[in-house]
C-alpha cells in the first residue's frame, strides 16, 4: 500500500495531516529554533545544524536568517549556494539548488499546489475522518540549476525548473520552466535576453 509520504514525493494527492508530515514538521521546527537563534559568526555551528537537518547540502553552502521552511528534510544545496535573508521554502516536495547560485532575499519558493476546482480540492471523505486536511494537496519538485541567480523577492511556483545560469529579476513570479542562459523577469516571469555562454 501506498504511503501518505509516497503519494507526496510521486506528486499524487495525499493527505497532508499525516502523521508522517507532523514528525517532519516537528524536526522542521527543532531545526529552524536553533537554526534561526545561532549567531552569524558561529559558521560551523550554521553548517552543522544544515547538514543534520537538510536533505543535503555542499560545501561552502550558506542560509541567511531568518529562514523559514515546510520540512527542511526535502531541500537539496549544492556547493557554493547562497541563500540570503527571510526566504521561505515551502519544500513539501523537492527543492534542489544547484551549485554556485545564488538566492535573493525575500525569495519564496513552493513545492504544494492544491487542485483548481472546488469539486477536486475539498476532501469528500473530512466529515467522516476529521483527523484528515479538509483539502487536498499535491506537491511537484522544483529544480534551480547551477549558477543561477535570483533577485530579491522572487517567487517560485510548484514543478518549475530554471535552466543553468539564468537570472530572474527581483519580484518576478515564475509560473513555469525557464530555459538556461537568460535573463527573465515579470508576472508572470518571460525571457526578456538570452545570455552569451563561455565557450
Known amino acids: ?12 494527492l495525499y493527505d497532508a495531516h499525516d502523521a508522517t508530515f507532523k514528525t517532519h514538521k516537528q524536526q522542521a521546527y527543532t531545526f529552524l529554533k536553533a537554526y534561526n537563534q545561532t549567531a552569524y559568526d558561529h559558521g560551523d ?91 487536498r494537496t499535491r506537491a511537484v519538485p522544483v529544480h534551480i540549476e547551477h549558477q543561477c541567480w535570483l533577485g530579491g523577492g522572487v517567487i517560485v511556483l510548484p514543478g518549475v525548473t530554471i535552466g543553468a545560469g539564468s537570472v530572474i529579476g527581483g519580484g518576478s513570479v515564475v509560473t513555469h520552466d525557464i530555459p538556461a542562459g537568460v535573463v527573465a523577469v515579470g508576472n508572470p516571469c518571460r525571457v526578456v535576453k538570452t545570455l552569451i555562454q563561455k565557450a
Open 45 to 135: 555551528e550554521r553548517h552543522d545544524l544544515l547538514t543534520r537537518y537538510l536533505g543535503g547540502i555542499g560545501h561552502d553552502a550558506t542560509i541567511g536568517t531568518p529562514f523559514l521552511c515546510d520540512m527542511a528534510t526535502n531541500i537539496y544545496l549544492g556547493s557554493k549556494v547562497s541563500v540570503n535573508m527571510n526566504c521561505s521554502f515551502m519544500d513539501s516536495n523537492l527543492i534542489t539548488i544547484d551549485d554556485e547560485t545564488m538566492i535573493g532575499p525575500n525569495v519564496q519558493i513552493y513545492t504544494a499546489t492544491h487542485p483548481v476546482t472546488v469539486a477536486e480540492r475539498l476532501n469528500p471523505n473530512w466529515d467522516a475522518h476529521p483527523e484528515q486536511h479538509f483539502v
Open 1 to 12: 500500500m501506498t504511503t501518505e509520504w509516497e503519494k507526496c514525493l510521486n506528486g499524487d
